[in-house]
């Protein structure tokens, strides 16, 4: 093979994969956004408290933790494609164990199982997803990757919503949804990329999250800021005075931002030399638009349009931060830092709504702002520090 044409191999998109991770894991995403809102209404229709119910739900935070260190693992030994098939399945079963468990025991064993497959499927689509891309367009596909998904769990609530809870119709359209995410991985299984061992790198999972920590400690942002931000904006606006639907509206901003920026800000992260100038600056635009957020709260539509651009930004901090951990590695090293990065955004949704909410009590509403400020001045600190740091090597 000429270096002409390894050159143009290297080029081209794998479209068969790239396409078969994309699509199966978005249509997961739409039984997540389904599932998610499914079993907390059951759970309050059976009499459970509020409680109770953030108890089960807090399970999946836990589950995707202790998941992650697997993927790299199973993936080895059955390879990606299998892996992702039978991840598929055990996330089916869990989901329809919900609808014939009576006792609500037996629910946090069925959330555990549910969100390490998930938590192993995620971490396994984007690995392939990484060694489909070409190194030039890798941002480009992993924001067509990031818009595609989101659609997913937007499409979730609103299929919730014209279907209902009652009976076993919801699951079943689970298992429908779930069985369609199989077939195009089934499809391109003998092109699901190999992981080996290299050497001696069998283990070490946690080593990757200092490896490269600018990744890293991007998507543990990210994961405080969306999973806190998120959970806790409407009772920030309450408190700031917007209306239940004002606020509920505002929050539809930010997920807007997240679907319509993801691919222009990939496509201008294929064009930076070092992607973590373009990380450094989406946690910027996060601090100061957190910051200006009080100024503008009494104008509905600059608050508006603030969301727009700072949801955004804020969330091509998770794709960015994949792009740079694909091009800094490959093959078995690829695979595991995937699954650190999955951790570390696990570790970000615990942490996130506890900061939030201890600084909402403490301070009242600029507690909100305060709490996320802190989040993102402490990145831009690691990232100035990684950047000069480099420099002085130079």
Not at 53 to 68: E, R, Y
Not at 75 to 90: D, E, F, Q
Not at 172 to 178: D, E, F, H, R, T
Not at 356 to 365: C, E, R, S, T, V
């Amino acid at each position: 093979m000429t270096d002409e044409t390894m050159a143009q191999d290297e080029e081209r998109v794998h479209w068969l994969p790239m396409i078969a991770a994309i699509s199966s894991i978005s249509v997961v995403g739409i039984a997540i956004g389904l599932g998610m809102p499914l079993l907390s209404v059951i759970l309050e229709s059976r009499g459970h408290s509020a409680s109770m119910i953030g108890l089960n739900t807090a399970v999946a935070g836990l589950a995707s933790i202790a998941g992650a260190p697997l993927a790299t693992p199973i993936a080895t030994r059955l390879g990606v494609a299998w892996a992702m098939l039978i991840m598929i399945a055990a996330g089916a079963l869990a989901f329809v164990g919900f609808h014939f468990a009576p006792a609500f025991w037996m629910w946090f064993p069925l959330r555990i199982v549910l969100h390490i497959a998930l938590t192993v499927l995620f971490i396994l689509s984007e690995f392939w997803i990484s060694t489909s891309a070409p190194p030039q367009r890798r941002g480009l596909v992993l924001g067509i990757y990031a818009t595609v998904l989101s659609l997913g769990f937007a499409a979730g609530p609103w299929l919730f919503s014209q279907i209902g809870s009652s009976g076993f119709l919801p699951f079943g359209v689970i298992i429908v949804l779930v069985t369609v995410a199989a077939i195009p991985v089934l499809a391109a299984r003998k092109e699901s990329p190999p992981i080996r061992p290299e050497g001696e790198e069998t283990s070490g999972f946690l080593r990757y999250i200092w490896l490269v920590p600018t990744a890293t400690a991007a998507v543990l942002v990210f994961g405080a800021v969306e999973t806190g931000g998120f959970a806790l904006f409407p009772v920030y606006g309450n408190r700031i005075g917007y209306s239940e639907a004002d606020a509920a509206l505002l929050l539809t901003m930010i997920g807007l931002g997240n679907v319509l920026l993801q691919i222009p800000i990939g496509m201008v992260s294929d064009r930076v030399g070092d992607r973590r100038y373009l990380l450094l600056a989406c946690a910027a635009v996060g601090l100061i638009g957190t910051l200006v957020m009080p100024h503008l709260a009494s104008n509905w539509r600059l608050m508006a349009g603030l969301l727009f651009v700072w949801g955004g930004v804020v969330a091509a901090l998770y794709t960015v931060g994949l792009a740079h951990l694909g091009s800094q590695l490959s093959g078995h090293e690829l695979a595991s830092a995937n699954a650190a990065f999955v951790l570390c955004y696990g570790v970000g949704m615990v942490l996130g709504p506890q900061a939030i909410g201890l600084g909402m009590d403490a301070f009242g509403p600029s507690g909100f702002g305060g709490a996320l400020s802190l989040f993102f001045g402490a990145y831009i600190l690691l990232a100035v520090g990684r950047l000069v740091l480099k420099a002085g090597r130079g």
